[in-house]
Nanobody, 121 residues
Framework: QVQLVESGGGLVQAGGSLRLSCVAS????????MGWYRQAPGKQRELVATVTNDGTTHCADSVKGRFTISRDNAKKAVSLQMNSLKPEDTAVYYC???????????????WGQGTQVTVSS
């Protein structure tokens, strides 16, 4: 059974850094992309950053220059290095994987349970 587990969340002061990690386990035929979303209380879930199978990365405008996404294909993992954190970055961060589990290669989205990031002022 496929499972995504996030780690690295916590409490940090504004200007500090955190590194989030997400590791996928189980039988996975192919990973098309992995990424991070976040959701603050009372707000809609929003895309933070993604990385595709060919290494192409994308970051939301709100985090460009501060966050860096990276993927470890061998470990089926994705990380999010968050620097210069701001209070508005406070949210639950969710890992997402678009992957095909079995043949034929049909791709679906898989989600982790989320990890809390709190940035104090």
């Amino acid at each position: 059974q496929v499972q995504l587990v996030e780690s690295g969340g916590g409490l940090v002061q504004a200007g500090g850094s955190l590194r989030l990690s997400c590791v996928a386990s189980g039988t996975i035929f192919s990973i098309n992309a992995m990424g991070w979303y976040r959701q603050a209380p009372g707000k809609q879930r929003e895309l933070v950053a993604t990385v595709t199978n060919d290494g192409t990365t994308h970051c939301a405008d709100s985090v460009k220059g501060r966050f860096t996404i990276s993927r470890d294909n061998a470990k089926k993992a994705v990380s999010l290095q968050m620097n210069s954190l701001k209070p508005e970055d406070t949210a639950v961060y969710y890992c997402c994987m678009n992957a095909a589990i079995i043949l034929p290669a049909r791709f679906y989205d898989y989600w982790g349970q989320g990890t809390q990031v709190t940035v104090s002022s």
